[in-house]
């Protein structure tokens, strides 16, 4: 991955993970309990 890429991975990271979240089609992003880590920014999701 670039680092322009990963630079922009890192300022919509919450987005993201929201996004996985609540508009998935699986239910392990809404249903599960998962740690996302990036380098910088942590995110958890608990059911």
């Known amino acids: 991955m670039?680092?322009?890429a990963w630079a922009?991975?890192?300022e919509?990271?919450?987005q993201r993970v929201h996004s996985l979240i609540h508009n998935s089609d699986f239910d392990f992003w809404r249903n599960?309990?998962?740690l996302v880590y990036s380098g910088s920014q942590l995110a958890s999701h608990k059911d």
């Open 2 to 4: 670039s680092s322009a």
């Open 8 to 10: 922009q991975l890192e």
């Open 12 to 14: 919509t990271f919450l």
């Open 32 to 34: 599960g309990r998962f």
